[in-house]
């Protein structure tokens, strides 16, 4: 079965979020700040929440249906890339989910059941955009973490073209930008090239089809793993409004931010408070958790149809 549609995703959103997973009789092996993670029957069991963070930081309260959203985006994008990239997906994988699940079988739209993989050390992070920390990097030093690029871009500028900019994964904390020297060393060279390769190729699948529902996709991260035999795999998720940065492409005007389909918009709104980006987070009034749901369904929608 294929990822839910338009229609599909919209039945299954909850009126409530959903900040904590039922009692399941698996023991739990990781917990993100929206993704909790189970052993089971010999795969690991995702289960994406509704929880939402900023600035590292998960706020009391969350987006309903944001953890649908971003496992059925990841979905969609693992069912395009199969043919030519392998991912973490097993054969038959909703049988399995639903088993697995059993009578939690309501949380198979937002949950993924994934193959044991080893997870390579690094965000395999592609930019085709000036925004964010490159932005950032580029006023400070003229350059894109180390990479040329040309004088003169304002914020927001379409780069001449993508450029891998690797970051460290870190368990806690911020991730750190390395050099691709750094990441090859890190890696060795045969797996930073097919990482490299797959990283932009990914890219520019998520680019030609974004546009084509009017979205520019001007960042956005992969991560990768290797089975015992050393195949590449892709893994988490992909192409989602947490993993990239998205704007609609009838507003883009370079000079300055940009309006986005991703959490830009609570990052926009926190910066508004007298609050110093350390836990606890902010209570997120309502008009931000309907404004956060509402980007996060336009851009499931559109990328989905």
């Not at 350059?143 to 914020?155: S, W």
Request: with cysteine.
């Amino acid at each position: 079965m294929p990822a839910l549609n338009s229609s599909q995703i919209r039945a299954v959103m909850p009126k409530t979020a959903l900040l904590t997973v039922p009692e399941l009789p698996y023991r739990k092996v990781g917990s993100g700040k929206v993704r909790e993670i189970y052993d089971a029957d010999g795969y690991l069991l995702m289960i994406a929440t509704d929880r939402l963070s900023a600035f590292d930081v998960v706020m009391p309260n969350g987006v309903p249906g944001k953890g649908i959203l971003l496992t059925q985006i990841s979905r969609f994008w693992f069912d395009r890339t199969a043919s030519w990239l392998p991912n973490h997906l097993p054969v038959d994988h909703d049988a399995k989910l639903l088993k697995v699940l059993g009578k939690h079988a309501d949380l198979a739209p937002r949950s993924m059941l994934v193959k044991k993989l080893h997870p390579l050390p690094v965000e395999a992070i592609v930019r085709g955009y000036l925004s964010g920390s490159g932005w950032k990097d580029y006023k400070k030093t003229g350059t894109l973490f180390g990479q040329k690029v040309p004088a003169g871009l304002v914020e927001s500028d379409k780069l001449p073209t993508p450029l891998f900019t690797p970051t460290t994964k870190a368990t806690t904390g911020h991730d750190e930008n390395m050099s691709l020297p750094e990441c090859e060393k890190l890696l060795g060279s045969s797996v930073y090239k097919q990482v490299l390769d797959a990283a932009l190729k990914l890219y520019a699948m998520g680019v030609e089809r974004a546009a084509q529902a009017g979205i520019i996709v001007a960042d956005t991260k992969f991560e990768f793993g290797l089975d015992d035999s050393g195949k590449l795999h892709l893994i988490d998720e992909v192409l989602t409004p947490d993993s990239s940065r998205f704007w609609p492409a009838s507003d883009y005007r370079p000079g300055g931010a940009q309006p986005s389909y991703d959490k830009q918009f609570v990052r926009d709104y926190l910066e508004t408070l007298d609050w110093d980006k350390t836990p606890p987070g902010p209570v997120l009034p309502e008009n931000v958790v309907i404004g956060t749901q509402a980007r996060y369904l336009s851009a499931a929608e559109q990328l989905i149809g």
